[in-house]
C-alpha cells in the first residue's frame, strides 16, 4: 500500500477498482476491495498492512459494481468485518429490483455479486466513525455513497478525476441515470469549492489534490 495522505492509504494488489484503506482510532476500513480474482492478492496485502493499520473493522461498498464489491461477501467472512453499502444498492444485490438501464443488467449478469452475510445500509449524511463520514452520490448506481476522513474523499465511480484534480462526470454509458449524475458532479465540485477537500480517491485512475475553481 502506499499513503495518500494522514491515515488514508491506497491498496497495490486489489483487482478491479482502485481500493483504499482507512484508519481512524478505533476502526481500520477498506474502500471498495474490488473483484473476486483478486482475493487472495488482496488478502496478502491486508495482512501486510496490518502492522501499521490493524486489522481490518469495516469494509466500505461505494456502490454495488463487481469490479468494487464482488469479493466483499468473502472477506466478511474471513475478517468479521462491518459491511455498508448504500440501501438502494443493496436492494439490487437482494434481487428486489433490478439494476436501471439494459447495460447494467446486462454487466449484471456477466459479472454478479453477492450480498455479504450482512449488511448494514446507508441512506442519507451521517458519520460512521470518528471523523469518517458518509453522504449519497447517485447516478452512476441509485446508491452510491461517498466517504470521507479528513480531507480526503473517496468517490467510487461518481466522477473521473484528472491529473490536476479537475473532476468530470463518470462515462455516460455505465451510469445508471446521467441527469442524477450530472447533479451529483456538480454537488462534489460545490464541497470541494468551498474548502475541506484536500484530496479526491475516484474508483478509476490515480488519487489527486483537488482543483479548486
Known amino acids: ?10 491498496l497495490q494488489r486489489s483487482k ?3 481500493g483504499y484503506l482507512v484508519r481512524t482510532p478505533s476502526h481500520t476500513a477498506l474502500v471498495d476491495p474490488g473483484m473476486a480474482s483478486g482475493y487472495d492478492a488482496l488478502l496478502g496485502e491486508l495482512r ?3 502492522p501499521i493499520v490493524g486489522q481490518v473493522t469495516d469494509i466500505l461498498l461505494t456502490h454495488y459494481d463487481a469490479d468494487h464489491a464482488q469479493t466483499a461477501r468473502r472477506l466478511q467472512h474471513e475478517l468479521d468485518a462491518t459491511v455498508w453499502l448504500g440501501a438502494a444498492d443493496a436492494a439490487i444485490l437482494r434481487r428486489e429490483i433490478a439494476p436501471p438501464t439494459r447495460v447494467r443488467r446486462v454487466l449484471f449478469r456477466l459479472a454478479p455479486v453477492g450480498l455479504p452475510e450482512t449488511v448494514t445500509e446507508l441512506d442519507g449524511e ?3 466513525f470518528e471523523g469518517l463520514t458518509t453522504f449519497p452520490i447517485p447516478g452512476h448506481t441509485p446508491g452510491q455513497m461517498a ?3 479528513d480531507d480526503v474523499l473517496f468517490t467510487g465511480d461518481a466522477v473521473r478525476v484528472e491529473r490536476n484534480g479537475t473532476i468530470k462526470r463518470f462515462y ?10 450530472a447533479r451529483t458532479t456538480a454537488d462534489l465540485q460545490r464541497r470541494i469549492n468551498a474548502g475541506g477537500v484536500g484530496w479526491v480517491c475516484p474508483g478509476h485512475n490515480p488519487p489527486a489534490r483537488v482543483n479548486v475553481s
Open 1 to 10: 500500500m502506499r499513503t495518500i495522505s494522514g491515515s488514508c492509504y491506497q
Open 16 to 18: 478491479g477498482a482502485n
Open 48 to 50: 501486510d498492512a496490518a
Open 126 to 128: 451521517r458519520e460512521l
Open 147 to 149: 466517504f470521507q476522513l
Open 172 to 181: 455516460s454509458a455505465l451510469n445508471s441515470d446521467n441527469p442524477l449524475a
